[in-house]
């Protein structure tokens, strides 16, 4: 039998029943409180849900768990009122204690859902301004704030504030991280670790439920294979679509591509713990010998372009003319000469061996960039690994640079700067901060960013934010990609989400739309 008793013959992968999204990577856990990696995050996002949510393809925000919220004046009070005639999938009823439960075992050391085995590293920046949820009703959450936070709306309607049953953590304990229970529209049945994981549609939904049956989520690691399983159909959907692949997918009848600007970056994080990365001249050197541009080119083959800032173009405080880190071999060179006696061991560069939707083809990335300080007469020694072993090391700060990204969870600005440049976020196991930089007055600028209420106060700090960030260059970005996937052209109802949230609940056979037509 194959994954989760489903058989493996055509026949049954290409059912209506069935089916099958294939990704480079597996999650490293299924506890919505207790992520912070994509793949992660996609698999949660089929059985989890918030009290609120962002609108399919938007960044505008709508009730979930919540049928209606309200704010006070002084935008320290938030109020929601639950959804009456949800359950989650072990049949506790949604109410106002099943509610906070998810908020206290992130808030209180104390609490037994508060797992030994689990950092809550969301909780310490997203939500740091909550001072106090409480149930004021059989159906209503209430949220005391020490201050005003613009962002924290958003952020409510992103995977740490997902709602867990609290009967999973009397059911299975610790291991209620890799036995999630949620109510969203499908429920967990299997979880295979580095081959998949098999989830059936909740018939009990409150919403609009799956077409499917039963959802797939598969680990193919290397991207030739994927593509090539969906071509053959042993696949029917896939993220982490290689770039170059392009021309020959969009000009096959039967695969529809996906694709529209991220909101992610990739970039070269440099340890400033490291006796070599915290001089500040090797790090500009660095930034000046990378061709940021041509790197683009060559890792994204048109699906993307460079990064000249760590947040997206568009974002609050992004300048209105660019003024890109230029390619300035000499000056490199005059920078890195008077250090070059303390390489005589190369630098050390981590990648992960596995894609991620801003680096589609990361070992592409990381030897160009051997290359490129090379020119310069910098050693350069790659170092790859898989993705959970890189983040473990980028985390703990055991590296010299690493190459990692960043896809927004809820579409502001503070979602990466506090989570690139915060001392908050520099705390060692639980770092999203992985250069380690700490900066007193890096820190008072990302908090008044987050209690500006007006568009042009949070520029005006950002804006800020941008200029220290050049003046200290604790990280390089180097590329935004393009959100891609690719699907059999047999189904519909697929949408690209502007967080990277795959939602796969509304995909269906377009037979099944048309037979729907003629019925009714």
């Keep these: 039998m194959a994954l989760g008793g489903c058989s493996s013959s055509t026949d049954e992968q290409t059912s209506s029943d069935v089916f099958i999204f294939a990704r480079g990577s597996d999650s490293q856990k299924l506890d919505p409180a207790d992520v912070d990696d994509g793949e992660s995050v996609n698999a949660v996002a089929q059985i989890f849900e918030g009290l609120v949510r962002f609108k399919s393809g938007t960044l505008e925000i709508e009730p979930a768990l919540a049928e209606s919220y309200s704010i006070s004046e002084d935008g320290l009070t938030y109020r929601f009122k639950l959804r009456d005639g949800v359950a989650f999938h072990d049949g506790m009823p949604l109410n106002g204690e099943t509610a906070l439960f998810s908020f206290q075992r992130q808030m209180d050391e104390s609490h037994p859902g508060h797992l030994k085995v ?18 004021i009703g ?19 309607a992103v995977f740490p504030a997902f709602l867990v049953s609290p009967q999973a953590l009397d059911t299975y304990g610790d291991a209620m991280q890799r036995n999630p229970v949620g109510t969203g529209p499908f429920r967990f049945v299997d979880w295979r670790p580095n081959e998949a994981i ?14 499917m049956q039963r959802l797939i989520i598969k680990v193919v690691p290397d991207n030739t294979v994927r593509v090539l399983q969906l071509k053959s159909g042993d696949i029917h959907a896939m993220d982490g679509l290689p770039p170059a692949e392009l021309p020959s997918l969009l000009s096959d009848d039967a ?16 340890n400033l713990d ?12 660095i930034a000046l010998a990378i061709d940021r541009d041509k790197l683009a080119e060559v890792a994204l083959s048109g699906a993307g372009r460079a990064a000249h800032y760590p947040v997206p173009k568009g974002f609050p405080g992004y300048p209105e003319v660019e003024q890109p880190i230029p390619l300035d071999l000499a000056k490199a060179r005059q920078l890195i000469e008077p250090h070059l006696h303390l390489f005589d061991t190369p630098l050390e560069i ?22 490129q300080l090379k020119e310069i007469g910098l050693p350069v020694r790659v170092v790859s690994s898989d993705f959970k072993a890189q983040l473990h090391a980028l985390r703990n700060g055991e590296f010299e640079a690493g190459l990692i990204g960043w896809v927004g969870d809820n579409g502001d600005a503070d979602n990466f700067l506090s989570v690139f440049f915060a001392s908050w976020a520099a705390e060692k196991g639980s770092a999203t901060n ?87």
């Design 118 to 135: 689990a950092s809550f590293s969301y909780w310490k920046y997203l939500y740091q301004d909550i001072v106090s949820v409480e149930a």
């Design 138 to 156: 059989p159906m209503e959450l209430e949220f005391k704030l020490a201050k005003p936070n613009a962002s924290l709306l958003s952020s409510l």
């Design 198 to 211: 098999v989830l059936e549609r909740n018939d009990d939904y409150w919403g609009v439920k799956p077409a």
């Design 255 to 270: 695969i529809d591509v996906y694709q529209e600007a991220g909101l992610n970056v990739g970039y070269l994080a440099f």
């Design 274 to 285: 490291s006796p070599r990365m915290e001089n500040r001249d090797i790090r500009e050197a």
């Design 350 to 371: 981590l990648v992960m061996n596995a894609p991620r939707i801003y680096f589609p083809e990361p070992l592409t990335i990381a030897t160009f960039i051997q290359g």
């Design 434 to 520: 992985y250069s380690f930089y700490r900066n007193e007055e890096m820190d008072r600028l990302l908090l008044a960013g987050r209690a500006a209420t007006s568009l042009d106060q949070r520029a005006n700090v950002y804006s800020q934010v941008l200029e220290k960030w050049r003046q200290d260059l604790p990280i390089l970005p180097l590329v935004h990609s393009d959100d891609l996937f690719a699907m059999n052209s047999d189904y519909e109802g697929f949408e690209i989400q502007k967080i990277g949230e795959l939602r796969l609940a509304g995909i269906r056979l377009k037979s099944d739309n048309a037979r729907e037509s003629v019925d009714q």
